[in-house]
Structures are given as structure tokens and as C-alpha cells.
DNA sequence: GGTGAAATTTAGTCGGC
DNA sequence: GCCGACTAAATTTCACC
């Protein structure tokens, strides 16, 4: 549903634009991309119907809802297969968890927090991850400071 | 600007809505919410302007725009006072950075990247990264698959 | 701080190019 | 595929509680 779709110049203005502030009125967009504003309902609803934008999320900060420590946790667990999905799906259901990651390598996975403080974390990693029988390791590492990447578009090709 | 903000059972009815999409209407945010949509403009604008909502992001699908290969790379610097700026202002300048982490432990940063293959990744690390010369060591994860979280709410008080 | 109705802006539809 | 006029629905303002 989202593989090889063709992006005109059009189309990545209009990408970057919302990725900039997804809440960009569609008159205002059209403007910027220089089309007509139904012209540009229609090419927003091919990106969001092609799959290429999966939806608009809400960028929330961490520390002003009382989550000010945040935190990557690289965990192994054992080895076999059928633990992966349950672990995936605890590791969701914490609220303190933004992100899972499975990965290559010796870790198996990372997990991305935001804890209350130092005593929610502990807890955390203690109670929900390393007391859990499929989970063999837990390697705790903070985050000083976060930054975002600009817009996500594709590789420019020489073609 | 953003610390300390008093967040009542209304807020976070809002914030778990826009988190679960950011495009809903005002008007139907305030009947979920239970209150009239006038009200609920006004609630929304002063958690913007408290800084708890940071803004709206579109998500987009890597793999749709060419970049199927995520990769995390662990990075070492030297240890000076005044590399880590310029670092960082280097890794956010790539088009196939998402984001950065200034880390404790070992590595000192971490950053995720979407990379249009295993060339362009090898490209990324070496002539990016490991080329430059506050950077010691360089160390690349793959990305099977990612997760992400529910929506980010305040740790429940008892109080 | 909350509300309901009015005024304004926006999204979304449709026929034609 | 793109445009421009039209309709429907939304946002936003404001006087009042």
C-alpha cells in the first residue's frame, strides 16, 4: 500500500510543509506549494490514502506532564521464538514507554521512557523488565538532551 | 514556561484524544471531552501556550519515501567542552537523521537515522561520521521494527 | 472558567477544462 | 490532473452567566 509511490516536487513541498506543522490550514498550503487550495485537498488525501502519511501526532513535552527523566533501555531475553510478542506488547503497555525498538546485534531491543524520576525508573526497569522470566538483561542508559531531525523526505537521486 | 502546569481531568481527556490523532475537530473533541467546543478552544490554546503541546507532527512512512533502512549509531567524542554543538548541529544537518540523544554512559550520543539502503548507510556512517574528527568511535544497530507508545500522561498522584 | 449564538474562515464537492 | 465556484462544516469571537 505504500511502496514505490511517485512523489513530484509538489508533493515533497507539500511533505515538508506539514512535517514543519501538520496543522497548516489547507488554504495556507496550497499558497506555500503554489496550487489551488482543491488541488491540494486532493494530492493531501493521495499521500494519506497511499499510505505515505500514516497520521498526525501530537508532540506533547515530557517535563511539563511530570515525566521529566528520560531513558533507554537495551534489554536481551532469551532466545526463543514466542517470546517477542508478548515482551513487545508489555513493554507498550507501561506508560512510561514512547518507543520499542527490536534490533540487531547483542541487545535485542531498546526501549524509550520517560519516567516521573529516579525512583519511578528504578521500579520500572525492576518490576516490569528484569523480573520478567523471558527477559535475561536490562542495560539502563539516560538521556541528557533530545533533538529532532528536520523533515523526512526521500533521497535525492541522480536519475 | 512550560514546568508546574496544574493539568485537570478535562486536559488530559484532550491530550489523550490529539495524541491518539491530532486532527480531530475541535467539535468533536469538546463532545468527547464533555464540554462545549467554545471551551474547548480555549483549553487547547492554553496548553499550547503553557508549552505542554509542543506542536503537531505529521508521521510519515520511511520505507514509502525511500528509506526502508533504520539504523541507530552509537558515537563516542572526544572529550572537550565545545565539540559537542558543532556535533550535533552536523548530525541534525543530515537528511537521513529522525533524531539525537545526548547520552550517559559509554557512548555519548546516539542517533537515529532512515537510510535509503546499506550503500547509502555506509556512506552516512563513514564519510559523516567516522571521517570527522571530535568523533572516536562509531558503533551502527539495525532497526527491524519499531513500536510506538501509547499516549504520554502525567504518572498518577495519589494525592 | 464556562456557555451559546453570531460572524468568519475553512474544508470538501462538483462540473468543466 | 488541475482549477474555480459553490455548499457544508468548521473555527473563532464575544456578550453574558
Known sequence: MASDVRLDPVD??????????ARTTNKELAAAVGIAPSTCLDRVARLRSTGVILGTALRVDASALGRP?????????QPHR???????KHALEQ?????????????????????????????LVLDQFTARPEVALVHTTLIFQQWEGGPLLPPTTSS
Do not use: K
Request: hydrophobic letters at 55%; a negative charge; zero cysteines.
Open 12 to 21: 515533497l513541498a507539500i511533505l515538508r510543509e506539514l512535517q514543519n506543522d
Open 69 to 77: 527523566l528520560q531513558a533507554l533501555l537495551f534489554i536481551r531475553v
Open 82 to 88: 514466542g517470546v517477542l510478542e508478548p515482551f513487545v
Open 95 to 123: 506508560p512510561e514507554t514512547r518507543a520499542v525498538f527490536h534490533l540487531t546485534g547483542a541487545d535485542d531491543f531498546m526501549v524509550h521512557v520517560a519516567a516521573a524520576g529516579a525512583s519511578d525508573l528504578q521500579r
